[in-house]
């Protein structure tokens, strides 16, 4: 078994010979990184989620008290670290004899392996999405902010973070090398004086200095020249020679680049608290900056007098135009202010969990473009000018909203994209909101019909909302859909107490999905490798489940989102959805208030097996007319009833209750009334000659409608009879037809619950 480690952090920088030792509980959860300093990191390390031992050599000193640190109650000196789910560096105050004289610094791992790459690919993407949105037409980027470093630290260390994000990457000293080793050349002419002897060829500046030039000899006699009335010349002339130069206007540009990185890191670097992570980081880009500068081939190079960006070279030319896009983003994202990346960087911590949830914002954002016609200016208004600058307007907690329009082509359909969506458990159904507390879901999708509003669709379970939740830290959730025993589920609860969110997180996307009024599903993006959907239903939704979505620029995972958004879509366009029938059904069940004088408490037939549907509000009873002993036998013993079909007075009309009717209620003049079960799906068409065969009693009328029957007892619903003329239908006829004789033979049809408030006691 492994030693557990002991590591010694030298404070002698605050006191003379001050140290603090940590021990690590559990093994390989305490490190000693040589390569910390490069990543501005502090050397010593320990992992979120454990705790750790604390001790001063000097019993004077401790560490402030606050949720991770815990002095000992009598020996002050001695204390507990639980990071908990807290990631990044770790300032401790550190205390002589109850007053602050500085801190002491960690490191706080995430349980990630990746979770170094992570961040800087994570907060390089916002920053690029950040002055993709800059430089749009309609954003105010012709404003002049400059950077203000007198600001609290925070602000600088957010501003730095997204200047490092995109300027302390691989790519970018890649094409700070590209550009050295194969930097752009021109020709420049080099003037000189050389003996006239080596020149090769005259110009005609040459020719005057034949005459002018200096330092001359003597020609001989016989020389041609004193033909033309020379008698010496000069020793030397002027020659020009061409020559190659890196001083050229783009090298120029990625000179003053590179030094106004510099300067910015600098400046920076000044305001920081000295040992800082902003100190550490800032210094360190610094020296990483100068050394390009330190090439020999900036030597050569002049200050620029214009900085000619349309240039060819830097707009197309590899190395070049990656300084150039660099450059441009440096120009704007240190004007850049965002209020919520206060919960990224308070106090010089990596908070990777919520930078996670900000990062997937914008790959929802760009998914959700590509699939759905999200409206220009909403995306450009996550972008406001302020007091302090230009604010993303992005912050947990706070309702951000997209909407557009999709059309299929045969169903136009509204889209909002929702993030950190509020339902309140105030308002009552039919309204939106959530049945019991009220419910925020990192992201939500919603679509409703094009044509209504919002408020309206809620109204009428025309709407359908899809949430998302980020969860950083769950890593395999295959394995965790999977897990059965109590054992794990007791193990789950120990976890999330010390900040491990595992079964939690599944839990709350079943909460999300029966809470919140109309919602299609609730699925879990995490930076993992396996997609995990469970239907709830047959159809792609309503269900539950999870997607991978990783930092990653070259496979993100996202793809199977984006494939399940496009199936999403699909099932919208098919009007006989099981999800459209159950939205309506729900909305036809609920859109009135129930009546007590509507309750059915009688004893009926169970509603199950071939009686599932057997609902009394929409069960349909046909009321008929039997007028003799010989007719009720024939009806009896044939299992057929018959109904005039003409425009007579006592014909059946055939609306859609009646085709539906289940049972028939015959009504005899002085007897009880009889139930028989309709068993035939709808009416057939006898012919007068075809009962007369069947000993049908003296047929009338040409043709009839004719419905199978089965014979059943009254008491099968519950009651022995009912009084017929209290329903309202028959007081409808008595108003119509005065005739007791003829009204007697009307049929028609009622609902279970209209007959049974009728019954007989």
């Not at 020679?241 to 670097?269: G, M, Y």
């Not at 909203?401 to 359909?413: D, E, I, S």
């Not at 046909?622 to 079909?645: A, P, Q, T």
Request: net charge neutral; hydrophobic share 35%.
């Amino acid at each position: 078994m492994a030693a557990l480690l002991t590591v010694e952090i030298d404070l002698s920088y605050i006191e003379t010979d001050l140290k603090l030792v940590i021990d690590e509980k559990v093994t390989s959860t305490l490190f000693d990184c040589n390569d910390a300093e490069m990543h501005g990191e502090a050397r010593f390390q320990m992992v979120e989620g454990f705790s750790y031992d604390y001790e001063f050599n000097d019993s004077r000193y401790t560490i402030a008290k606050d949720q991770i640190v815990q002095p000992h109650s009598r020996k002050k000196h001695l204390g507990t670290i639980s990071p908990n789910i807290y990631v990044g560096t770790l300032a401790l105050p550190i205390l002589k004899e109850d007053k602050e004289i500085g801190n002491a610094f960690v490191e706080v791992r995430s349980v990630k392996a990746d979770y170094r790459n992570d961040y800087r690919d994570m907060l390089e993407l916002i920053t690029e999405k950040c002055t993709d949105l800059l430089m749009q037409a309609n954003s105010p980027v012709s404003h002049n902010f400059e950077t203000d470093f007198e600001k609290d630290n925070e602000t600088l260390y957010q501003k730095f973070a997204f200047i490092q994000s995109i300027i302390a990457t691989d790519e970018f000293a890649e094409s700070v090398h590209r550009i050295v080793s194969s930097p752009v050349t021109q020709w420049k002419e080099i003037a000189e004086l050389k003996d006239i002897r080596n020149i090769r060829r005259f110009k005609n500046s040459n020719i005057k200095e034949l005459i002018t030039g200096s330092y001359r000899s003597q020609l001989p006699e016989n020389h041609y020249l004193q033909h033309y009335g020379l008698q010496n010349l000069p020793g030397k002339i002027t020659s020009v020679r061409k020559s190659d130069t890196v001083d050229t206007p783009e090298n120029r540009f990625v000179k003053f680049a590179l030094e106004s990185f510099v300067k910015f890191c600098s400046d920076i670097n000044k305001k920081a608290i000295k040992e800082s992570r902003l100190w550490q980081e800032s210094d360190s880009l610094e020296k990483e900056l100068e050394s390009f500068l330190h090439h020999s081939v900036f030597k050569e190079i002049s200050r620029p007098e214009t900085l000619k960006l349309n240039s060819p070279v830097l707009q197309r030319k590899e190395g070049y135009r990656e300084v150039l896009r660099v450059w441009l983003m440096f120009d704007l994202a240190a004007k850049l202010v965002w209020k919520g990346g206060d919960d990224v960087y308070r106090s010089g911590k990596k908070d990777i969990a919520t930078l996670y949830e900000y990062w997937l914002f914008f790959k929802l954002l760009d998914l959700f473009k590509s699939v759905f016609d999200i409206e220009p200016k909403e995306i450009s208004e996550l972008i406001k000018e302020t007091a302090d600058g230009l604010n993303l307007q992005l912050k947990q907690g706070t309702h951000t909203a997209l909407k557009g329009v999709f059309n299929t082509g045969t169903r136009k359909l509204n889209i909002r994209f929702n993030y950190n969506r509020s339902f309140s458990g105030q308002k009552d159904y039919p309204h939106s909101g959530s049945w019991t507390t009220t419910m925020r879901p990192d992201y939500t999708l919603s679509f409703w019909l094009y044509g209504i509003t919002e408020e309206e669709a809620e109204i009428q379970e025309l709407i359908v909302h899809i949430h998302f939740d980020a969860k950083y830290k769950i890593a395999n959730l295959t394995d965790l859909l999977n897990k059965e025993s109590i054992e794990d589920i007791d193990t789950e609860k120990e976890n999330n107490r010390k900040g491990i969110y595992k079964n939690a997180d599944i839990l709350k996307m079943h909460a999300y999905k029966d809470a919140i009024r109309r919602t299609g599903g609730a699925y879990v993006l995490y930076p993992g490798d396996t997609s995990v959907k469970k239907k709830g239903f047959h159809e792609i939704i309503p269900g539950l489940g999870a997607f991978p979505v990783r930092p990653s620029k070259t496979d993100d995972g996202i793809t199977e989102l984006k494939n399940f958004i496009l199936e999403v879509i699909n099932h919208f366009i098919n009007r006989a959805s099981q999800r459209e029938k159950i939205a309506y059904r729900t909305f036809d069940v609920y859109k009135d208030k129930p009546q007590r004088e509507n309750e059915v408490n009688e004893t009926l037939p169970e509603t199950y097996g071939d009686n599932r549907s057997l609902i009394p509000d929409d069960t349909f009873v046909l009321v008929g007319y039997c007028k003799s002993e010989k007719h009720y036998n024939w009806y009896r013993d044939n299992g057929i009833y018959n109904f005039r079909m003409n425009d007579s007075t006592g014909s059946l009309i055939l609306d859609e209750n009646t085709v539906k009717a289940k049972y028939l209620v015959l009504r005899r003049i002085g007897q009880a009334i009889d139930v028989f079960r309709i068993m035939s799906k709808g009416p057939k068409v006898f012919s007068k000659n075809k009962l007369a065969s069947m000993g049908y009693p003296k047929p009338g009328e040409s043709e009839y409608l004719v419905i199978e029957i089965e014979k059943t007892a009254t008491n099968e619903l519950g009651v022995s009879g009912w009084d017929y003329k209290k329903l309202v239908k028959y007081k409808h006829l008595e108003g119509v037809e005065k005739n007791p004789y003829i009204l007697a033979g009307i049929p028609f049809t009622v609902t279970l619950t209209e007959l049974m408030k009728t019954k007989i006691k």
